[in-house]
């Protein structure tokens, strides 16, 4: 039950948002207010397409289970079974504007406009492609992770309020930023097959594993056998170790896809994973940049 439903929640937040933005433009068509009600009654069944296509995002009519997208199920609820099926046949990829008018002629009768139905339709991303964003977003996780241990080393150990509150931010933060990014991993299906073991590591680093270290490192300093000047080192030297791993595979793995590719002006351009070498690049940086301190600060503590 938990885990269908955080599958199914960006998704239900994506028609929440869009029926609660139609429901405040005034109207009192019958039509319409009985669409909005029968789009109201899909978000809660969570009923929706699976991204099953081979491309990174896209819009999905009528997907390989026959489960339909929200204006799909809307059209069908309404009798328009030959025209779902057109769509499903010779659009099924499409978005609402690139789709034959034909085929949409119901939209004058629906009470909603088309450029209404457009703002219903979500974007379903690939298995693929939510594997490499899981992986950039980690990364992305850990740097207030590299930038709190670097805070740390400058803030006197008999702060201990300050770090505390700084500690307990930060960390309140990241796992606040990892729910919604894992939200929309598992949506994907990324939870399913080859990529299980990923999304249980990335929880692992981002959730688990701060809780962990935490506790850790509190006993070790509690114990008097880590000294409270070495924890932002230590700190530093995991979170930077992990980025720097964590962005090698995405960059690599990015550029591998990238060389088997033809021209940008290839029809299959656009299809597979894609990967944003400068965001990935600077978490690189990042991560090397706070290995660097960690060691160097490392180092000075056991001269010391």
Not at 57 to 78: I, Q
Not at 212 to 235: K, N
Request: with cysteine; glycine share 8%; charged share 20%.
């Amino acid at each position: 039950m938990t885990r269908r439903w955080l599958i199914d929640l960006p998704t239900r937040l994506h028609l929440w948002s869009a029926e609660f933005q139609l429901r405040h433009r005034p109207s009192s068509d019958p039509a319409r207010l009985r669409n909005l009600d029968l789009l109201r009654e899909y978000r809660k069944s969570r009923a929706f397409p699976r991204n099953d296509t081979g491309l990174r995002s896209t819009p999905y009519f009528v997907d390989s289970a026959g489960r339909h997208c929200a204006v799909g199920h809307l059209m069908r609820e309404d009798g328009e079974h030959d025209a779902v099926r057109r769509i499903a046949a010779t659009a099924n990829l499409a978005r609402i504007d690139d789709m034959d008018p034909a085929d949409l002629a119901w939209a004058g009768r629906s009470g909603l406009t088309k450029r209404e139905l457009a703002r219903i339709q979500p974007n379903y991303t690939s298995s693929g492609q939510s594997a490499l964003n899981l992986l950039l977003w980690t990364a992305l996780m850990l740097v207030p992770f590299a930038v709190l241990s670097g805070l740390l080393g400058r803030i006197r150990p008999e702060r201990t309020s300050v770090r505390q509150r700084l500690i307990g931010a930060t960390v309140v933060l990241c796992t606040l930023w990892s729910v919604l990014g894992y939200m929309l991993s598992w949506m994907s299906g990324l939870h399913r097959g080859d990529y299980l073991m990923l999304v249980w590591l990335g929880w692992i680093v981002v959730i688990v594993g701060p809780i962990a270290a935490t506790v850790v490192l509190a006993r070790l300093v509690s114990r008097e056998r880590l000294r409270a000047e070495a924890v932002a080192p230590v700190t530093g030297f995991a979170a930077g170790g992990l980025m720097t791993v964590l962005m090698a595979i995405y960059l690599l793995a990015g550029a591998v896809d990238q060389h088997g590719r033809e021209t940008p002006g290839d029809p299959m351009w656009d299809d597979g994973p894609s990967v944003s070498f400068p965001v990935g690049s600077g978490a690189l940086l990042i991560g090397l940049l706070t290995l660097a301190w960690s060691l160097r600060t490392l180092r000075q503590e056991s001269r010391a």
